[in-house]
C-alpha cells in the first residue's frame, strides 16, 4: 500500500505533527514548510527525506502530499485550510481552526464539495488520561445527570503575549487561543451542543504592554438540555500552566485542580472523598493524528472529527463576540 504524504507547515508545535506522522506505519513524511529558512537545518536533519520549503504555497498541491497539518500562527490558518482542501488535501489544523466565523464556514461549505477530505483540529485536551477517565465515568452515569461543568484554561505564560507572535496579531485572541481547548472538552464531557453564552473580561495582567487585550475572559454558557458551563482563559494568571475542571452530576463531583483529582460522593463534610490516582497530561501535541490517519484510511474515527470542530469553533465565536459587545449572544450554527 502506498503511504500517506504528511505536510507540515510551521515548525514550532507542527515538530511534534511530524513526529506523530513519521511514526505511523502507513505514513511518511513527505513536506516541510516553515517561512523562517534557519528551520530547514532542523528539517533536514529530522526528516532527511522530506522536501522543505519557506512558501506554503508549494506544499500545498504537491501531489506527494496527501494531509496538510497546518501549524502556522492562527491569522494564517484558514486561507492554507482552504486552499488544501481545493487541492484535494486532508488537513489537521491547528486550533483555533480559524479566526473568523465567516472563514469557518467558508472551510465547511468547502469541505462539503469535498465528501473524501477529512479534517480535525488539535484540540488535545480529549487525549488528557485524566479527562478521558472522566468521560468514561461520565457516560456509565457515575455521575448521575450533569447540571454544570467549569474549566479553566490558566495559561501562566504571560510572555508569550506580550512578547511573541501572538501579541503582534492585530486582534489575538484568548479565547479562540486557549479557552478553545475548554470549550471543546465541556462539549465532548456534556456530550449537546452549546446555545447561549455571556462572556466578560479584563486585561489587568497585561496592562502597561503593547497586547492590547483582554487577556482574561470568562464565558457562561449554556448547553442543549440545560447544563451549564463556565470556560475562562487566564492567560496573565500566576500560576503554571494548568487546566482546572470541575464537573458537577447529581449522584457525584469530579473536581480536578492543582491539589488533586478527587471524585465527591457524599455531602457529608466528615467523608473524604477518594482521590483519583490518574496521570493529568502524558500525552505529546501530536497525539491525536494517529487516529486521524486511520479514518483517512477508512479503518476507524477520528477522536475529534470535522462536526466536533465546527461546534466548538462556533462556540467560541459567540464567546469572542459576547466578550466584544458585553450581551448574552445565542450560538450562531455554522
Ligand atoms: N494544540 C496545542 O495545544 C497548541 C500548542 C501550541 C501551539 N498551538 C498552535 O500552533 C500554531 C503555531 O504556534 P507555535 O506555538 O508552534 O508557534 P511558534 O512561533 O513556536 O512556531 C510557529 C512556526 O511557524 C512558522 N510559520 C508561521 N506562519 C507561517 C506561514 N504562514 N507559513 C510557513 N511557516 C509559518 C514560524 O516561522 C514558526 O517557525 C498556532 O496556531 C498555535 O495556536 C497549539
Known amino acids: 500500500m502506498k503511504k500517506i504524504g504528511a505536510g507540515i507547515i510551521g515548525l514550532g508545535v507542527g515538530r511534534q505533527h511530524a513526529l506523530a ?28 527525506d522530506a522536501k522543505f520549503s519557506t512558501d506554503a504555497r508549494d506544499l500545498i498541491g504537491d501531489p506527494a502530499v496527501d494531509v496538510v497539518a497546518v501549524a502556522s500562527y492562527d491569522d494564517d490558518h484558514a486561507g492554507q485550510i482552504l486552499a488544501a482542501l481545493k487541492a484535494g488535501q486532508h488537513v489537521f489544523a491547528e486550533k483555533p481552526l480559524c479566526t473568523r466565523a465567516e472563514d469557518a464556514a467558508a472551510i465547511r461549505a468547502e469541505l462539503a464539495r469535498h465528501p473524501e477530505l477529512r479534517l480535525s483540529s488539535n484540540l488535545i485536551l480529549r487525549r488528557y488520561p485524566v479527562f478521558r477517565e472522566l468521560q468514561s465515568r461520565l457516560r456509565a452515569g457515575e455521575l448521575g445527570e450533569v447540571y454544570a461543568l467549569e474549566g479553566d484554561y490558566n495559561y501562566g505564560r504571560l510572555h508569550k503575549l506580550t512578547e511573541g507572535w501572538r501579541g503582534r496579531s492585530a486582534d489575538y ?54 447544563a451549564v458551563g463556565k ?46 490516582d490518574l496521570h493529568y497530561a502524558g500525552c505529546a501535541n501530536g497525539d491525536l493524528i494517529a487516529d486521524f490517519i486511520e479514518e483517512i484510511l477508512g479503518r476507524g474515527r477520528a477522536e475529534v472529527n470535522a462536526e466536533d470542530v465546527f461546534r466548538c469553533m462556533e462556540l467560541c465565536f459567540a464567546m469572542e463576540k459576547s466578550l466584544r459587545s458585553r450581551v448574552p449572544l445565542a450560538v450562531t450554527r455554522l
Not at 500560576?239 to 492543582?258: D, E, I, K, L, Q
Open 231 to 276: 470556560v475562562s482563559a487566564n492567560f496573565g494568571c500566576v500560576h503554571p500552566h494548568f487546566h482546572n475542571v470541575s464537573v458537577y452530576g447529581t449522584r457525584a463531583t469530579f473536581t480536578h485542580g492543582p491539589a488533586g483529582t478527587f471524585l465527591h460522593t457524599s455531602r457529608d463534610p466528615a467523608v473524604a472523598p477518594p482521590r483519583l
Open 21 to 48: 506522522f513519521a511514526a505511523h506505519p502507513d505514513c511518511r513524511v513527505a513536506h516541510l514548510c516553515d517561512s523562517d529558512p534557519a528551520q530547514r537545518a532542523w528539517a533536514e536533519k529530522q526528516h532527511p
Open 173 to 226: 485572541s484568548v479565547i479562540l487561543g486557549g479557552g478553545v481547548h475548554i470549550a471543546d472538552l465541556l462539549l465532548w464531557l456534556v456530550g449537546a451542543p452549546a446555545e447561549e453564552v455571556y462572556s466578560l473580561g479584563n486585561a489587568f495582567a497585561s496592562r502597561g504592554s503593547a497586547f492590547p487585550g483582554p487577556d482574561y475572559a470568562c464565558s457562561l454558557v449554556r448547553f442543549r438540555g440545560g
